[in-house]
């Protein structure tokens, strides 16, 4: 992953903080369910079930393959977010952050879901890469 931060990032994908002061991703929290704001354009709701389903099958996935389908997500994100997400399917575009986003914690060596804390993952258009910022509280 990149060390330097891109000098405009072409999206973000943020997990907010369990003490948010957005109303909506508390209750998305309270749920038992991971909030990701998409861009600051879109919040969504990974589904429980559905984060460890997808956890449980990047951890049996090759560094190489996680790489690819990483880059993959992040490249059709972009394209999409460039585009207009007005005129996207949404849930293609959910689907490809919450790939992204996994894939990047699991690359970046979050053990588990339970792990996964505030952060920020930046898109290196220019590297086709992301990058991770994590909040410490």
Same mark, same amino acid.
């Given at each position: 992953?990149?060390?330097?931060?891109?000098?405009?990032?072409?999206?973000?994908?943020?997990?907010?903080?369990?003490?948010?002061?957005?109303?909506?991703?508390?209750?998305?929290?309270?749920?038992?369910?991971?909030?990701?704001?998409?861009?600051?354009?879109? *919040? $969504?709701?990974? #589904?429980?079930?559905?984060?460890?389903?997808?956890?449980? !099958?990047? &951890?049996?996935?090759? /560094? @190489?393959? %996680?790489?690819?389908?990483?880059?993959?997500?992040?490249?059709? *994100? $972009?394209?999409? #977010?460039?585009?207009?997400?007005?005129?996207?399917?949404? !849930?293609? &575009?959910?689907?490809? /952050? @919450?790939? %992204?986003?996994?894939?990047?914690?699991?690359?970046?060596?979050?053990?588990?879901?339970?792990?996964?804390?505030?952060?920020?993952?930046?898109?290196?258009?220019?590297?086709?890469?992301?990058?991770?910022?994590?909040?410490?509280?």
């Amino acid at each position: 992953m990149p060390t330097a931060l891109p000098d405009a990032p072409a999206f973000t994908l943020t997990c907010p903080a369990k003490d948010s002061p957005d109303r909506e991703v508390r209750e998305i929290r309270a749920r038992g369910n991971l909030p990701l704001m998409i861009d600051n354009r879109l *919040l $969504a709701e990974i #589904l429980q079930g559905d984060l460890v389903e997808s956890w449980e !099958t990047a &951890v049996n996935l090759p /560094a @190489a393959a %996680l790489a690819d389908m990483s880059k993959l997500a992040g490249e059709r *994100l $972009a394209s999409v #977010l460039e585009d207009n997400i007005g005129s996207a399917d949404l !849930t293609d &575009v959910v689907s490809d /952050a @919450a790939v %992204l986003f996994l894939l990047a914690m699991r690359r970046a060596g979050v053990k588990s879901p339970d792990e996964i804390g505030p952060c920020t993952l930046l898109w290196d258009e220019e590297r086709h890469q992301e990058l991770i910022l994590k909040r410490i509280k």
